[in-house]
């Protein structure tokens, strides 16, 4: 697991102001990825998996657009720049592409192979996304009478048309790791990918916080005493008196929801108003199950900042690297939210993007 990472308290309580926000506050676990050398045995975001050597590997048939990136090019990148933080002094290891990444890139390079995209009408191999152990995250809900505990998540590293800027065939996978014993190693992975839809290896420092509804899931007469200036003005002063003409603002960027990846808690809206989320299996209202996000703050959520990262004088917070560091890309800067059915979590899951 990754060092420590602590949310900042938040400005001020917000069920002091408004009673009503008390009962439904849910608990949520930010993961913090940043970027390591995750083992198939830890919880990770874009790390190898603890896969069966005898499961077959989830593909994804769907109709594909061309990669931008070489995927072997990519994961020497990863490896140059993991090697680099594990060697702050300079002197580290240089890898080398792997004889079987040469052989992916020869052929890539070949002006023939290159011009031909056959290789799209093909299933395409996911890729991890993350890897989560409820030893970590105790608040992730396995299917019952499974004995499972431990979550997968891959999806398809590629565009698909007509739809573009969402991963698409994302998979859900919950297993026992007691009951994995042979190994799976080298797993197939595309050649090309959308370089946006590749984490970079990440290790993970879980903190669980309490978050509270997005403004458009309240009651209209929450969210108009939310908007009411007047019932804010006092606390906002102590607060941040810069947000005090802006109550709804400063409800939705620094009091509700955590940007970031995270699993649980509350889903944020903004790309689109709340729409209805329910099991297509048996009508179950659907519940935030993971997060991937394009950033983990932005500059009007500085608040969410973790407390090692204000207080380390070397790093430059307005660094979109630091405030990205799985390098996801989602849209415009956007995350991808999935959820699961409470009622019964092996139910089919569902995603949207926000």
């Not at 602590?6 to 400005?11: C, E, N």
């Not at 879980?206 to 908007?227: A, C, F, G, V, W």
């Not at 019932?231 to 400063?250: G, M, N, T, V």
């Not at 959820?339 to 926000?354: D, I, R, S, T, W």
Request: proline share 13%; glycine share 4%; charged share 20%.
């Amino acid at each position: 697991m990754n060092a420590i990472r602590t949310t900042p308290p938040r400005p001020l309580d917000v069920t002091a102001i408004f009673p009503r926000l008390a009962p439904l506050a849910r608990p949520a676990m930010r993961l913090h990825p940043r970027p390591g050398v995750p083992s198939v045995y830890e919880s990770s975001a874009g790390g190898p998996l603890l896969w069966p050597a005898d499961e077959p590997w989830p593909h994804c048939d769907k109709t594909h657009q061309g990669g931008e990136e070489a995927l072997a090019r990519l994961r020497l990148e990863q490896r140059i720049r993991a090697n680099k933080a594990m060697y702050p002094d300079g002197d580290h290891p240089v890898p080398q592409h792997t004889p079987e990444e040469q052989v992916v890139l020869d052929r890539l390079h070949s002006e023939e192979t290159w011009l031909d995209d056959s290789w799209l009408d093909a299933p395409v191999a996911l890729l991890p996304v993350a890897q989560l152990y409820m030893r970590d995250i105790p608040i992730l809900r396995p299917p019952v009478q499974t004995g499972a505990d431990l979550l997968q998540v891959l999806w398809c590293p590629l565009e698909h048309f007509p739809e573009q800027h969402m991963p698409k065939t994302v998979a859900v996978i919950w297993r026992s790791a007691a009951a994995v014993t042979d190994i799976l190693v080298t797993p197939p992975e595309a050649p090309v990918v959308t370089k946006g839809y590749v984490p970079e290896p990440c290790v993970l420092a879980p903190e669980q916080i309490t978050e509270y509804p997005n403004l458009m899931e309240l009651s209209k007469d929450l969210q108009n005493q939310i908007r009411d200036g007047s019932i804010w003005q006092a606390k906002i002063a102590a607060a941040d008196s810069s947000y005090a003409p802006y109550p709804e603002s400063f409800y939705h960027d620094h009091l509700s929801v955590a940007p970031g990846w995270k699993v649980g808690g509350w889903p944020q809206w903004g790309y689109t108003d709340p729409v209805p989320r329910d099991c297509s299996t048996c009508g179950t209202p659907m519940e935030p199950l993971l997060s991937v996000d394009s950033c983990e703050w932005d500059s009007s959520t500085t608040s969410w900042i973790p407390d090692e990262e204000k207080t380390d004088a070397s790093l430059n917070l307005c660094d979109p690297d630091l405030a990205n560091p799985a390098a996801i890309q989602i849209a415009d800067n956007h995350k991808l939210q999935i959820y699961f059915c409470p009622a019964a979590p092996g139910h089919p899951h569902m995603e949207l993007m926000q």
